[in-house]
């Protein structure tokens, strides 16, 4: 979403979300009259496309610091897990999550259950205008695909989190809505995704279309949902089309994944953009990956730079990886001003060459990326056939043969797997995932996934252990004492 990117139009988002009033899932019926009104164009209809994917970003329309996926998501997915530990002083919200003291009054929970539904209304104020319009059929199909997608992704996310939440699929919903079953919401998910499949194009003509939704997007997205659902041969087949599509492939080299000149390139499904906003109207569009995760000694080397330090690695995590593994070398910093820090942070956001001065970054977070198809493909298939295949080893020895690489050469480390179990191969697509995917916000979903939240939890952490109701986080209780029809909360809270 670079040079000519998606331009996040702030007038459609504040028109659409002025009546948010005290409910976040109230709506408000002058929605309508704006509605009837607005959509006259084309470039009506993308405008409002674009207010979407501007709460998914650093879009900063309160009453949460950033959009749905600048920080909070991430950080969340990371703290509650064996992924990440907190080192933001006075920041108690955040020690709740390392250490699973955490219940409703968490402002984490409502961060992103607000921003999370700002995005649903916005595309759900999109597909009922959009669809009345007089467009050119395959611009309104496409353009309607791109709703359903960024509505089926942000459902997936909620569901995941919560559980049961309430499924608003129209401008006017009830005041106070009720919650929706858990099937229930996944029926839709799996409905809009297929739509999406079906009316999305592969890929854009033009330097416009960099980070728009495609179809391989959609598939990759459905195959993830399939996996979660244990639904293991749609998973597979959907992934193996994306695989067989050609359109992706890994980068040679794990680092050039994290070059900004890289972003939406060969190996990126789908990712959440940052950067400069450009524009008639100028707001504050920075993601805050090397504030948050850089350490503050960098401060004393970079003059002008601003790194925090704030969400760090678990030792665990550091030591999970071979000392070969590129990943490692690339995740990690382990050493900043000529001394060894306290804990190993994480770097892997830090384009150097394109911004010397750590600190704001236009680097994109990624969403969907083609390594996480190929794992994808390689459990689905343990899952099918109780044990690994041909096609399962060579997909996760896909993704272990880049990480061999250092950059210049390909080191003895990493072996191709072979000869494993069903629990053997499942652990090691686990593990892989753990070390492929540092601070993208996949650690928490994949250990509820596994069930091995628990389980592995308390290597990482001294004297943590999670609830067994830890895997869905508390609805947020402002939330509830808004609307009792949210009511019962979730277990153990």
Same mark, same amino acid.
Request: charged share 20%; hydrophobic share 40%.
């Given at each position: 979403?670079k040079?000519?990117?998606?331009?996040?139009?702030l007038?459609?988002?504040?028109?659409?979300l002025?009546?948010?009033?005290?409910n976040?899932l109230q709506e408000?019926?002058?929605?309508?009259?704006f509605?009837?009104n607005f959509?006259?164009?084309?470039n009506?209809a993308? +405008?409002?496309?674009n207010?979407?994917?501007g709460?998914?970003?650093?879009t900063?329309?309160?009453?949460?610091f950033?959009g749905l996926?600048h920080?909070?998501?991430?950080v969340?997915?990371?703290?509650?897990s064996?992924e990440m530990?907190?080192?933001?002083?006075g920041?108690p919200?955040?020690?709740?999550l390392?250490q699973?003291?955490?219940?409703a009054?968490?402002?984490?929970?409502?961060?992103?259950w607000s921003?999370?539904?700002r995005?649903?209304?916005?595309?759900n104020?999109?597909i009922e205008g959009?669809s009345n319009?007089?467009?050119e059929?395959?611009t309104?199909?496409?353009?309607? $695909?791109?709703?359903r997608?960024?509505?089926s992704m942000v459902y997936f996310?909620l @569901?995941?989190m919560y559980?049961?939440?309430p499924l608003?699929?129209e401008?006017? +919903?009830?005041l106070r809505? +009720?919650?929706?079953?858990v099937?229930?919401?996944?029926?839709q998910?799996i409905?809009?995704?297929?739509?999406?499949?079906?009316h999305?194009? +592969?890929s854009?003509?033009?330097?416009? $279309?960099?980070g728009?939704?495609?179809?391989?997007?959609?598939?990759g997205? *459905?195959?993830?949902?399939?996996?979660?659902?244990?639904r293991w041969q749609?998973?597979a087949?959907?992934?193996?089309t @994306?695989?067989?599509?050609?359109?992706y492939?890994?980068?040679p080299d794990?680092a050039?994944?994290?070059?900004?000149?890289?972003?939406?390139?060969?190996e990126?499904?789908f990712?959440?953009g940052?950067g400069?906003?450009?524009?008639?109207?100028?707001f504050?569009?920075v993601?805050?990956?090397?504030?948050?995760l850089?350490?503050?000694?960098?401060?004393?080397?970079?003059?002008?730079?601003?790194?925090?330090g704030?969400?760090?690695?678990t030792?665990?995590?550091?030591n999970?990886f071979s000392a070969?593994?590129r990943r490692?070398?690339?995740?990690f910093?382990t050493?900043?001003?000529g001394?060894?820090?306290?804990?190993?942070?994480?770097?892997k956001?830090?384009?150097?060459?394109h911004?010397p001065i750590p600190?704001?970054?236009?680097?994109?977070?990624?969403?969907l990326r083609y390594?996480?198809?190929?794992?994808?493909?390689a459990?689905?298939?343990?899952?099918l056939h109780?044990g690994p295949n041909?096609?399962a080893?060579?997909?996760?020895?896909?993704v272990?043969?880049r990480?061999?690489f250092?950059?210049n050469?390909?080191?003895?480390?990493?072996p191709?797997?072979?000869?494993?179990s069903y629990?053997?191969f499942?652990?090691a697509v686990?593990?892989?995932?753990r070390k492929e995917?540092?601070?993208?916000?996949?650690?928490?979903?994949?250990?509820?996934r596994?069930?091995k939240?628990?389980?592995l939890?308390?290597f990482a952490k001294d004297?943590?252990?999670?609830?067994?109701t830890? @895997?869905?986080?508390? *609805?947020p209780?402002?939330?509830?004492?808004?609307?009792?029809?949210?009511?019962?909360q979730?277990?153990?809270?």
């Amino acid at each position: 979403m670079k040079g000519n990117k998606i331009y996040h139009f702030l007038l459609v988002a504040l028109l659409v979300l002025s009546g948010a009033c005290d409910n976040i899932l109230q709506e408000d019926p002058q929605d309508q009259i704006f509605k009837d009104n607005f959509f006259q164009t084309e470039n009506d209809a993308i +405008s409002a496309i674009n207010s979407i994917y501007g709460h998914m970003n650093s879009t900063s329309i309160g009453p949460t610091f950033g959009g749905l996926y600048h920080s909070t998501y991430w950080v969340i997915q990371g703290l509650a897990s064996d992924e990440m530990n907190n080192r933001l002083a006075g920041a108690p919200q955040n020690d709740e999550l390392e250490q699973f003291r955490f219940d409703a009054a968490n402002g984490n929970f409502f961060d992103v259950w607000s921003q999370a539904y700002r995005v649903i209304h916005n595309a759900n104020f999109a597909i009922e205008g959009i669809s009345n319009m007089e467009l050119e059929e395959s611009t309104q199909n496409s353009l309607l $695909g791109e709703a359903r997608f960024l509505r089926s992704m942000v459902y997936f996310d909620l @569901v995941r989190m919560y559980g049961e939440v309430p499924l608003l699929l129209e401008g006017n +919903s009830e005041l106070r809505p +009720s919650k929706n079953s858990v099937d229930e919401i996944y029926e839709q998910i799996i409905s809009d995704l297929s739509i999406a499949i079906a009316h999305l194009p +592969s890929s854009y003509t033009t330097e416009n $279309g960099r980070g728009r939704a495609t179809t391989g997007a959609a598939r990759g997205l *459905l195959a993830k949902v399939y996996l979660t659902l244990g639904r293991w041969q749609e998973a597979a087949d959907q992934a193996n089309t @994306v695989i067989n599509s050609g359109a992706y492939s890994l980068w040679p080299d794990f680092a050039d994944l994290f070059k900004i000149s890289n972003e939406n390139g060969q190996e990126t499904l789908f990712g959440i953009g940052f950067g400069d906003a450009g524009g008639a109207i100028s707001f504050w569009e920075v993601g805050q990956f090397n504030v948050r995760l850089l350490p503050r000694e960098l401060r004393t080397e970079y003059p002008g730079a601003n790194t925090q330090g704030w969400q760090v690695a678990t030792q665990d995590l550091y030591n999970a990886f071979s000392a070969g593994d590129r990943r490692r070398h690339v995740t990690f910093m382990t050493r900043a001003a000529g001394s060894s820090l306290d804990d190993p942070h994480i770097r892997k956001y830090w384009d150097e060459e394109h911004e010397p001065i750590p600190g704001n970054t236009e680097a994109d977070f990624p969403y969907l990326r083609y390594a996480g198809v190929l794992l994808i493909y390689a459990e689905a298939l343990n899952e099918l056939h109780n044990g690994p295949n041909t096609e399962a080893y060579e997909a996760i020895n896909t993704v272990r043969r880049r990480a061999r690489f250092d950059g210049n050469t390909e080191l003895d480390v990493l072996p191709d797997l072979a000869n494993l179990s069903y629990e053997q191969f499942r652990d090691a697509v686990l593990l892989e995932r753990r070390k492929e995917f540092v601070a993208e916000g996949h650690r928490w979903f994949d250990l509820v996934r596994m069930g091995k939240l628990q389980e592995l939890v308390p290597f990482a952490k001294d004297g943590v252990m999670p609830r067994p109701t830890d @895997v869905l986080f508390p *609805l947020p209780q402002i939330e509830i004492d808004l609307n009792q029809n949210l009511l019962p909360q979730n277990p153990g809270y």
